[in-house]
């Protein structure tokens, strides 16, 4: 475990130099808060002194020089990865968490030891901040590394005083969102690859054997089984027109995707994306448990139930959803309760609105939205478990299917030759 060298003051504003054993920066301070100690300073051994300025701390975001000798802007910051992204947002919270206001946060992932993309993006917040720029709106300036949702939910958390507690919930939709990834690429390695060699094995059939099966069974004269001679039109047909269905397919491609970059195009994917089965569901039990968890945590520190709505609508992403929370918005503005707004709009389930409506009975409508958010997810976690479990034998049936068609039908019109033969 790593030593930390830091300076602080005590209960009395005597100053106390010293070093500490901890797991990270944030740990240190932590454990000088809890010995009754203010912090001002604390550095792994090893990196630069307290009481110095720090790699980074004293450079604008401009001026961090870049391997090659160049000056990187705030366009061209390092973009994130999941994983360092998860570190970043764990960090944050656990320093605000520990009492630290958040430029001295900012500082102290900065002055982490290990070279890091995040030091580079912490001290161009960093230099934001201080200069007065607010840190949602410092966010969204670093490029791609945090996207609309994570930026309007820390705006959601600077206006509610619960930065730290979005930033939680943010730790929790990332791991969440990690572990869906490895659970979907473990549960596809296999079938890809099985899939990946049907291909393979699919274009050697209709480039090589279909053809010399054709002319060989051509030669018998006899009349070929039917799904047999829609294997071979099948096989000439890709053989001269394959430049024309790349081209048709490519078209298809760049034709839906300029149709879902107009706004009805988008609201119409938006909202088709909900009845896919499988994962339809999986897309709406992310959504309730999101919106109840960040409703949650709003209300309870104080944020109007309308001021809360506002900012969950601008931090939704998906334009369909963000059209139903906007409908309930107004509605709740004038003087409906949010159950009943809820229910209006047809799309919340009963179970989510019976748990709301107790809450407004009750009074404890922040309780309410908590425990709603608990209910779904565990529904997300479950439905998540569903999908990766039915994607591997989807995959599998599916190129089965396909390899047995193919294989059928070439059998079929050779027995049919050879038995024509026979006859003869």
Not at 263 to 281: F, K, N, S, T, Y
Request: hydrophobic fraction near 45%.
């Amino acid at each position: 475990m790593p030593f930390f060298t830091y300076k602080a003051r005590d209960a009395a504003g005597r100053s106390e130099n010293g070093r500490i054993e901890a797991i990270s920066g944030s740990d240190a301070y932590r454990k000088l808060r809890e010995r009754g100690l203010q912090p001002s300073s604390v550095a792994e051994e090893g990196t630069t002194p307290p009481g110095k300025k720090a790699l980074f701390s004293s450079l604008s975001p401009t001026a961090v020089k870049t391997k090659a000798g160049e000056v990187p802007s705030a366009e061209n910051l390092p973009k994130l990865t999941t994983p360092q992204l998860l570190f970043f947002t764990e960090e944050l919270a656990e320093l605000l968490e520990a009492g630290l206001q958040l430029e001295g946060a900012l500082k102290v992932i900065e002055q982490r030891q290990e070279k890091s993309p995040v030091k580079v993006v912490a001290a161009h917040l960093r230099q934001l901040v201080r200069e007065g720029v607010g840190f949602s709106k410092a966010l969204r300036s670093c490029g791609k590394s945090f996207d609309p949702l994570y930026c309007n939910l820390v705006a959601a958390g600077e206006a509610g005083g619960v930065l730290p507690q979005i930033l939680k919930r943010q730790c929790a939709h990332l791991e969440m969102v990690g572990e869906l990834g490895k659970k979907v690429t473990s549960a596809l390695v296999y079938p890809a690859i099985v899939f990946s060699s049907a291909i393979l094995l699919m274009f050697i059939f209709l480039t090589f054997l279909v053809p010399q099966l054709s002319v060989l069974l051509g030669k018998s004269g006899q009349k070929l089984p039917a799904i047999t001679q829609a294997l071979i039109t099948t096989s000439l047909f890709c053989a001269h027109w394959w430049w024309a269905i790349a081209a048709l397919i490519g078209a298809i491609i760049t034709g839906g995707r300029m149709a879902i970059a107009t706004p009805a195009g988008r609201a119409w994917w938006h909202r088709a994306q909900l009845d896919v089965p499988v994962v339809g569901p999986v897309l709406k039990a992310r959504f309730y448990a999101e919106v109840m968890q960040n409703l949650s945590t709003l209300v309870s520190n104080g944020v109007t139930m309308l001021s809360a709505m506002d900012l969950m609508r601008a931090a939704t992403g998906n334009v369909y959803l963000k059209g139903l929370l906007e409908k309930v918005a107004d509605m709740v503005r004038e003087g409906s309760s949010l159950a009943s707004a809820m229910r209006r709009t047809g799309f919340f389930p009963p179970v989510l609105l019976d748990i709301l409506a107790v809450g407004e009975q009750t009074g404890d409508l922040a309780g309410s939205l908590a425990r709603a958010a608990k209910r779904y997810d565990r529904e997300l976690t479950s439905r998540i478990q569903h999908l990766t479990t039915l994607i591997q034998p989807a995959v599998i049936l599916i190129v089965a299917l396909f390899v047995g068609v193919v294989a059928y039908s070439m059998i079929s019109g050779i027995l049919s030759s050879v038995n024509a033969l026979k006859a003869h």
